[in-house]
């Protein structure tokens, strides 16, 4: 029998679907691994090609190599064709039902590794470490600019995830405003603070812990769960134990045990359903150098976490009519395909 | 000297008006209308330039970029599009200009003159 859940932050109701439950198997990409070589075997992303992208504006590389050169570990590049562009964000415009503003921000491309064909997951956790590490300072560096609300960093992993090339990167784009989708997260944190006198998310981790059933890993500083009312097939959260708002709060002992979580839960993804296309969104507060007057109990209230969506299933009609999504397969299902080592 | 252009564009009428108007710059084009064509034309010739087209019937311009990137990294290639959606195509990073056709060919015109140091 099907059933109805709320998440308890967004107060978004989830159709679990179980009569259609499928098994992990069902649901492995017809040809294989998403990975296969750029069509010529030119990739802009690849080390050598470091002048088919715009000049770097962070590396981490060998000592001695000059930038935009060979020699880089990890590379941040600005979008050539950004989907915002830096600059000083002009007054709100008053009046008028239609509002507008434009569209200035920054848009960054974080290159996970040299290698082509080495996708995060197949990294050792010291890389892994270092891109989080690099994330984190890009974060911080444009926040530092005091023009970005809002700094969103996420993962677009094969063809129907949204990835136009396989070289394995990341992509940061900041805005001038908090987007919806914060908003309504930080609004779901304030009023389960209210309702439960601690962090909402604070709450839930202890409440998976107990019940045991949607926890898929738990080290010494991170637990990644199937979300109670998972939207989509083998979604993950991956939360922090130390409750904290922000990501750039993550300590080097922390950063190593995220990477060593993302390792797990990435390759246990790839070998449970064959290496899927998939979405990462890292979930944070607002800029805190801006948002303290805006959010006073944000450092109280919200709690930093990663999603990770499998794309196994398709948004139609009827999930975008009623934004009701419709899983067939029951969280307490993945998550037992998903901690088998 | 005139410098050797490569223009791949599948649509006659526009693929003679470009020649045309670049062959009155002073440059020497040729012009094909498919990738195919193109790529045979690398092998028979050193072009200083290349313009394509992406939406192009069989191999499309993506493509023919990623093959030329294979053959040769140092020929400029301008990517002469109706399109803008496909600058969310990473792989059009691989071109040194990207240009959205217009009724005035001044931008195109301008990265030529740019990209081949005139």
Redesign the interface.
């Known amino acids: 029998m099907s059933e109805l859940r709320k998440d308890l932050v967004s107060g978004r109701w989830v159709i679990i679907a179980t009569e259609r439950s499928k098994r992990p198997d069902d649901f492995r990409p017809g040809g294989g691994t998403a990975r296969a070589a750029e069509p010529g075997g030119f990739c802009p992303f690849c080390e050598g090609n470091e002048t088919k992208t715009p000049p770097e504006v962070f590396a981490l590389r060998t000592a001695g190599t000059a930038p935009d050169t060979p020699g880089w570990k990890v590379r941040v590049v600005p979008n050539k064709f950004p989907a915002l562009n830096r600059g000083t964000p002009p007054p709100k415009p008053a009046g008028g039902i239609f509002q507008s503003m434009e569209g200035i921000g920054v848009h960054e491309v974080v290159i996970e590794n040299p290698d082509h064909a080495l996708e995060l997951s197949d990294l050792p956790v010291p890389h892994i470490r270092d891109v989080f590490r690099v994330f984190q300072l890009r974060i911080k560096a444009i926040e530092q600019e005091l023009h970005y609300q809002y700094v969103q960093l996420f993962k677009n992993k094969g063809k129907e995830a949204g990835a136009s090339l396989s070289h394995p990167h990341s992509q940061i784009v900041a805005t001038p405003i908090v987007p919806k989708r914060i908003k309504e997260k930080i609004y779901g944190a304030d009023r389960l603070f209210r309702n439960f006198k601690e962090c909402g998310f604070c709450r839930i981790l202890r409440e998976e812990a107990a019940a045991g059933v949607r926890q898929v890993f738990l080290n010494r500083h991170f637990s990644v769960i199937a979300p109670y009312a998972s939207r989509f097939p083998f979604e993950m959260a991956v939360y922090p134990l130390r409750h904290s708002p922000f990501f750039t709060d993550v300590d080097e002992g922390e950063l190593l045990a995220l990477a060593e979580t993302m390792k797990q839960v990435l390759t246990r993804l790839k070998e449970t359903i064959g290496d899927p296309p998939y979405n990462m969104v890292l979930h944070k507060a607002p800029n805190h150098l801006l948002s303290l007057e805006s959010w006073p109990e944000i450092e109280r209230n919200f709690h930093w976490h990663l999603e990770i969506f499998p794309i196994l299933t398709k948004v139609a009609g009827f999930e975008w009519g009623t934004g009701f999504y419709i899983n067939p397969v029951p969280p307490e299902t993945a998550t037992q395909f998903l901690r088998q080592p | 000297m005139k410098k050797n252009i490569l223009l791949v564009e599948d649509e006659k009428a526009l693929c003679l008006l470009y020649e045309e108007e670049l062959s009155q710059e002073g440059y020497a084009v040729t012009a094909v209308t498919d990738a195919e064509a193109a790529l045979a034309e690398l092998g028979k010739t050193t072009f200083d330039l290349i313009i394509t087209d992406i939406r192009m019937p069989g191999m499309d311009g993506?493509?023919l970029?990623?093959?030329?990137?294979?053959l040769r990294?140092d020929i400029p290639i301008i990517i002469n599009s109706a399109y803008q959606s496909y600058?969310?195509?990473?792989?059009?990073?691989?071109a040194d200009a990207?240009v959205v056709k217009s009724a005035s060919l001044d931008e195109l015109k301008s990265k030529v003159k740019h990209l081949l140091g005139d």
């Open positions: 993506i493509e970029i990623t093959q030329i990137m294979g990294k600058k969310e195509d990473f792989m059009t990073w691989a990207y």
